[in-house]
């Protein structure tokens, strides 16, 4: 399987700190950048300061913040064989594009079919419509499940309450049902995740998990994806149906 090849090899550096949502402070060859950040949300609980981070290099010599973070490691930054936690989640619907037009995700969807991006249905847009099948991938980074070392700072978590945009698409997608043949919500992580689990409930749960579970009901599939991310590439690891 063709992997996702990066333009050009990600830059490492180390983050200094998170300065906002949008920008972390790094330090890469003995100099200081402001770089951005491409996810508003928490990554897990963790306290970024310290962390190793690969970076991709914008070719746009007039962009304010010539760097973006791609990817967090739990790693020393003095070890040589890191393993990667890629935090970019639009950079996971590219990926998602590659491996669905190179016959990646043939066990899911087949093999074959047209793949057009960013469809509307109802009041929603939809990252990928594949052949006759709606399919919407979210890349959760709110926890993560990964042994943390004890040399990792961690934060105390807050109550995570932001489901909406979850919610309306799942009830999208079980709506198409009626004029489509499937519908798939395709969770992804970035790094190598056993199976998704909900570890920590939303304050809305209850709510969430019956809308979740009429959804299924009426046919909606879920599905994960894993993804192996270094300096060079992005491989799909491995994929399947999941219960959520």
């Known amino acids: 399987m063709t992997a996702f090849r990066f333009a050009e090899p990600l830059c490492e550096g180390i983050i200094e700190k998170r300065k906002s949502q ?25 306290d970024l300061s310290g962390r190793p981070c690969l970076m991709s290099k914008s070719s746009d ?18 070890d040589t064989d890191k ?3 890629g935090i970019n989640q639009n950079a996971a619907n590219r990926y998602v594009e590659h491996f669905l037009t190179n016959g990646g995700f043939a066990d899911m969807v087949g093999t ?3 793949v057009h991006r960013e469809q509307f249905l109802g009041i929603s847009k939809l990252d990928f419509l594949v052949g006759n099948t709606y399919l919407e991938v979210k890349t959760p980074l ?16 807050t109550p995570f309450s932001s489901t909406d945009r979850m919610v309306k698409h799942f009830q999208e997608l079980a709506g198409s049902l009626a004029e489509h043949q499937r519908a798939i919500l395709l969770t992804c992580f970035i790094y190598d995740n056993p199976g998704f689990q909900v570890i920590e409930r939303s304050t809305n ?3 969430v998990r019956q809308i979740v579970d009429d959804c299924v009901a009426k046919g909606v599939e879920t599905w994960q994806a894993n993804f192996k991310l270094t300096p060079t590439e992005v491989a799909l690891e491995k994929y399947f149906p999941i219960r959520l």
């Not at 402070?25 to 897990?44: K, L, M, S, W």
């Not at 010599?61 to 003095?78: C, D």
């Not at 709110?142 to 978590?157: A, E, G, S």
Request: proline residues 7%.
């Open 61 to 78: 010599p007039k962009r304010k913040m010539p760097f973006t973070v791609e990817a967090v490691s739990l790693n020393r930054p003095e």
């Open 205 to 207: 749960y209850d709510e």
């Open 112 to 114: 074959g079919n047209e």
């Open 142 to 157: 709110q926890h993560l499940q990964l042994d943390i070392p004890d040399y990792v700072k961690t934060k105390k978590q």
């Open 83 to 85: 393993s990667w936690i």
């Open 22 to 46: 949008f920008t972390m402070v790094i330090q890469y060859e003995g100099q200081t950048y402001n770089a951005h950040c491409p996810t508003t949300g928490r990554v897990g609980n963790l």
